[in-house]
């Protein structure tokens, strides 16, 4: 009874256990191990001076009321709160019974789909007890519980309690909101202690759903902007974050909005200089990314005017800020990918300017980077989100605004994301499909969606007409050629090391014929394929005035592919016998160099 209840960890966690697996019957019937009576013990136990025992007493509760009688005992959970001020309230008791009221409100809301009953007194109740969320209350770890119970019931567009009832609280509580330390003129004077970040966290949630979420219920649509600016530019990086993240899901829900003209139109001038100027002078890597998810948002919607203040940026100096972002931000995948999807919309808004071309050129290796297999499967989505993306803007352009270097760099890292071995990855790389002008497909393609080995192999004919397109068949040959010789990592050093170096599983395991896409072999022998198809266009091409082959080049990459010939053959010849069997990966990793070299000879000698 004094509110000070101790309970062992492990005792309480068995009781919590005991709550989930034997609810109390919703019929109403008794217990199957007569559970009933641990109710007013575990209400007891809600009164604990430790905070997480008060809140697995919350939770545990949830199970042994039913459903038709959480409103009988919402009410008489709140009628033991004090209804005024006084010298010997138990601030644990207050927020333990505050903590069961909202876990049972919240299975009430998730269970019934249904108001509460008329006449259930919960709504009086909270009227009578308004202090408890006031500075009246001394308390800020109750003071935000109270906020928590209040936005359970103010919050949704369906309200559980009646109508007037909840036009009320809203008022009383956006009253409590205006005067809180959230929205005070100053808040560098704030002074947190112990639970202070909580309680600013359930103001956000009150100002978030006034705001953006039903202003037209709050009656409060002109405070959206004053709020607004309170949460973006608090200085406590946790209110910042939640801001960003309300904000970000009422722009999605926008988004997919059938009338896209009316999206947006809720957020002023302010608040957008205010989302700017985070992007460029945020220093909390969870804030920074989430405020460039806001703006990838505004950006894929229109053009966005970026100011830092007073001060009103350029594209390049955009670009340069983002670039330097997302290359000194390898140690957080979510600002990474946040930055390099901004930019990367950037980039394909407006693809010829021509100051930002050493952006474009590092922004383009940096995302060539993100499609190696090393890297986490979140960076390897986001980049093949990107290439998609930019296939028509950048990838297909007739006019190369990224140069042959870059361009061809991006579709190898493309072809690449194809043959990963996420599932996920593959498939949402092969969506560039659907960017492609319809000009470019036969007409059996357009509009189509493919597997990730249909897109590959269209994806490498494509290129192979783009070089065309662009004029570039030499070069592009060579390039192709490179490809299929392999990368320069895998030099004869490499080739000829000792079996006993190579782990069985270093090498890609057989998948099998229905998925062929993995095999590097077929990769070789597509691009094989490809190759020999655009050599006699490079031979037709050959007229006085046109561009000829890179001689040394072409010399370079011979001899290369004579050396590693000859190593790997060397190589195979020093296995055991039977290797295939003896020793397999080996045996498979040198036959597959052998290939490449084998067929980088038979294009180079059809060039001659």
């Not at 599983?505 to 993995?518: I, P, T, V």
Request: charged letters at 20%; proline letters at 6%.
């Amino acid at each position: 009874d004094s509110g000070q209840v101790k309970l062992h960890p492990s005792l309480f966690l068995l009781l919590l256990v005991l709550s989930r697996l034997y609810p109390s019957p919703m019929d109403g019937s008794s217990s199957p191990l007569g559970l009933a009576p641990f109710m007013p013990f575990i209400i007891r136990c809600g009164h604990s001076a430790v905070y997480r025992t008060r809140e697995m007493a919350a939770r545990a509760l949830v199970p042994f009321v039913l459903v038709t009688q959480v409103p009988s005992t919402v009410h008489a959970l709140l009628q033991k709160l004090p209804p005024e001020p006084g010298p010997r309230i138990q601030h644990n008791h207050i927020h333990g019974t505050l903590l069961q009221v909202l876990f049972l409100l919240r299975s009430y809301q998730t269970d019934s789909h249904r108001p509460l009953p008329a006449g259930n007194g919960i709504g009086e109740s909270l009227s009578q007890r308004m202090w408890l969320a006031s500075r009246q209350n001394s308390c800020v770890v109750t003071r935000g519980a109270f906020l928590d119970v209040l936005v359970g019931l103010c919050g949704p567009k369906v309200s559980l309690l009646e109508d007037s009832q909840v036009d009320e609280l809203r008022q009383r509580t956006l009253s409590i909101l205006m005067d809180s330390d959230l929205v005070i003129s100053d808040p560098s004077s704030i002074t947190l202690g112990p639970g202070s970040t909580q309680y600013l966290l359930s103001l956000v949630r009150v100002a978030l759903s006034a705001s953006m979420e039903i202003p037209e219920l709050w009656r409060a649509p002109q405070l959206t902007t004053q709020l607004l600016t309170c949460l973006l530019q608090f200085p406590q990086y946790e209110v910042r974050e939640l801001a960003l993240q309300g904000l970000l899901r009422r722009l999605q829900e926008d988004e997919e909005e059938e009338e896209k003209e009316r999206r947006h139109q809720w957020l002023e001038e302010t608040t957008l200089s205010n989302l700017t100027g985070m992007a460029l002078d945020e220093t909390h890597p969870q804030c920074q990314a989430k405020v460039l998810q806001v703006l990838c948002v505004f950006s894929s919607s229109g053009e966005l005017l970026w100011r830092d203040g007073a001060q009103t940026l350029s594209q390049e100096e955009v670009l340069l800020h983002l670039l330097t972002l997302a290359q000194n931000s390898v140690h957080s995948v979510e600002l990474q990918c946040a930055a390099l999807t901004l930019m990367s919309q950037l980039v394909n808004s407006d693809p010829k300017v021509a100051s930002a071309m050493f952006c474009f050129a590092q922004w383009g290796a940096l995302v060539c980077s993100c499609c190696s297999e090393e890297q986490p499967a979140e960076v390897k989505l986001m980049a093949a989100k990107v290439l998609v993306n930019s296939t028509e803007a950048l990838l297909t352009n007739p006019h190369l605004p990224l140069g042959l270097f870059t361009t061809v760099s991006l579709w190898r890292s493309l072809f690449t994301l194809l043959q990963d071995e996420d599932h996920e990855v593959r498939d949402s790389a092969s969506d560039f499909i659907a960017n492609v002008p319809a000009p470019l497909l036969s007409k059996d393609m357009a509009g189509v969606s493919v597997c990730p080995p249909v897109a590959l192999d269209r994806g490498v004919g494509l290129l192979c007409r783009l070089f065309e397109l662009w004029e570039q068949v030499p070069a592009g040959v060579l390039a192709l050629t490179e490809w299929l010789l392999g990368d320069k990592d895998d030099n004869d050093e490499a080739v000829a090391d000792d079996a006993s170096s190579l782990d069985e599983e270093d090498f890609l395991f057989e998948k099998g014929d229905l998925n062929l896409w993995a095999e590097p072999v077929q990769w070789v022998k597509l691009l094989h394929r490809h190759l020999t198809s655009l050599i006699p266009t490079l031979k037709q091409s050959q007229h006085p005035g046109a561009v000829i082959l890179d001689q040394a080049r072409l010399h370079t990459l011979s001899a290369q592919a004579q050396t590693k010939a000859l190593s790997s053959q060397q190589a195979l010849d020093s296995l055991p016998a039977l290797p295939q069997f003896s020793c397999t990966a080996e045996h498979a990793r040198l036959s597959l160099w052998h290939q490449r070299a084998t067929l980088a000879l038979d294009v180079l000698e059809r060039l001659k």
